[in-house]
């Protein structure tokens, strides 16, 4: 089992910053991508970035250029960097863990990104 926690949500202007952190623990040994998630309510929940094990990432349309995913192996935790928020932006994003074919999920935090 792996578990996920997550922090950094909260509420900023739009243009401005925020950091999410998620830690992984439990079978950490045996992850291999790792990714950032948001979900609307009603919707289904889509990809923001994606990092491989060897720090090859992937990224929704419409993030690229604002958000970067990075992450620290030696601390187990996977960063995502949003710069330049938009309203938009405004949903709960979760941290997603793969091992195998298995995903583990994170509790989700709220991002608001006020106008």
């Known amino acids: 089992q792996v578990q996920l926690v997550e922090s950094g949500g909260g509420l900023v202007q739009a243009g401005g910053s925020l950091r999410l952190s998620c830690a992984a623990s439990?079978?950490?040994?045996?992850?291999?991508?790792m990714g950032w998630y948001r979900q609307d309510p009603g919707k289904q929940r889509e990809l923001v970035a994606s990092?491989?094990?060897?720090?090859?990432?992937n990224y929704a349309d419409s993030v690229k250029g604002r958000f970067t995913i990075s992450r620290d192996n030696a601390k187990n935790t996977v960063y995502l960097q949003m710069n330049k928020l938009k309203p938009e932006d405004t949903s709960v994003y979760y941290c997603n863990a793969g091992v195998g074919f298995v995903g583990y999920w994170g509790q989700g935090t709220q991002v608001t990104v006020s106008s």
């Open positions: 439990g079978g950490i040994f045996r992850i291999n991508a």
């Open positions: 990092i491989t094990s060897g720090g090859r990432t």
